[in-house]
């Protein structure tokens, strides 16, 4: 079923009743502000920031939970970018205050996925997930997520 707005309409405008409202199991949030630079001639943002917002969350997430990006980075590991993946609901428009709710939904190994909802004053309007991988900064060869990492996501995921 397609989500929709809360005319209960999707981009087609064909008419649902499903109307997304609730977040849940998300445990951390970071907010963004549209930028008007971030939107076309009609002031809607640009697919693409979709993308660069579930970054802003992704290391807002390992500053609060993982002593940030840099001091994974320090310990002598990179996290590549593996997949994106993005469902747009409603469009963000210019000056439209965000709220991305971020999540790690998967360890496995060297590979882990983050997880994102987007909300506009509670209302859904875009959802997706990015894969990593962490491989060693040297020989960029695939390695284990660092176990300090893998125990601060533990954490931040059964904190309430």
Not at 8 to 13: E, K, L, S, T
Not at 58 to 67: K, P, Q, S
Not at 92 to 111: K, N, P, Q, S
Request: net charge neutral; proline share 2%.
């Amino acid at each position: 079923m397609a989500l929709a707005d809360k005319r209960g309409q999707v981009g087609n405008g064909v008419c649902h009743s499903l109307r997304v409202t609730r977040v849940e199991g998300f445990r951390f949030s970071t907010d963004v502000t549209v930028r008007f630079a971030e939107t076309d001639a009609q002031g809607v943002a640009h697919n693409a920031n979709y993308l660069v917002w579930f970054e802003v969350a992704r290391v807002a997430y390992l500053a609060e939970y993982a002593g940030g990006y840099s001091a994974i980075r320090e310990q002598g590991f990179e996290s590549f970018v593996l997949e994106s993946h993005v469902r747009y609901v409603q469009p963000a428009r210019f000056d439209d205050r965000l709220r991305i709710h971020t999540r790690v939904g998967e360890v496995r190994g060297a590979r882990f996925r983050f997880d994102y909802e987007i909300t506009r004053d509670g209302e859904v309007i875009a959802s997706g997930s990015t894969s990593h991988a962490c491989v060693d900064a040297k020989t960029l060869r695939p390695t284990r997520i660092p176990q300090n990492l893998a125990d601060a996501i533990a954490r931040a995921e059964a904190s309430s």
